[in-house]
Nanobody
């Protein structure tokens, strides 16, 4: 059974930082494209950052220079370091693993940026 479990969300003030973690079980996470997506109330889910199996990363324009996606040394974890957070970053953040045949999602973790 494949599971993706996110952690690290919470309430942070504007300008603050959070690090999200996604731990995978049941798959070799490093053999999948790994990504973080987010969904704000009333909006569609959008891509935030992805890391390919080659290590190449892609970011949404809205987070470039502020967020960093990385794979853990244990190969079954992916992180999202979020700096200089803004109120518009408030959303539920979802971890994603995808290859040619399968797509898996985590249950999501809430990130709220507010003073």
């Amino acid at each position: 059974q494949v599971q993706l479990v996110e952690s690290g969300g919470g309430l942070v003030q504007p300008g603050g930082s959070l690090r999200l973690s996604c731990a995978a079980s049941g798959i070799r996470f490093d053999a999948y494209r790994a990504g973080w997506y987010r969904q704000a109330p009333g909006k569609e889910r959008e891509m935030v950052a992805v890391v390919l199996t080659t290590g190449i990363t892609h970011y949404a324009d809205s987070v470039k220079g502020r967020f960093t996606i990385s794979r853990g040394s244990a190969k079954n974890t992916v992180y999202l370091q979020m700096n200089s957070l803004k109120p518009e970053d408030t959303a539920v953040y979802y971890c994603n693993a995808q290859n040619t045949y399968y797509t898996y999602w985590g249950q999501g973790t809430q990130v709220t940026v507010s003073s």
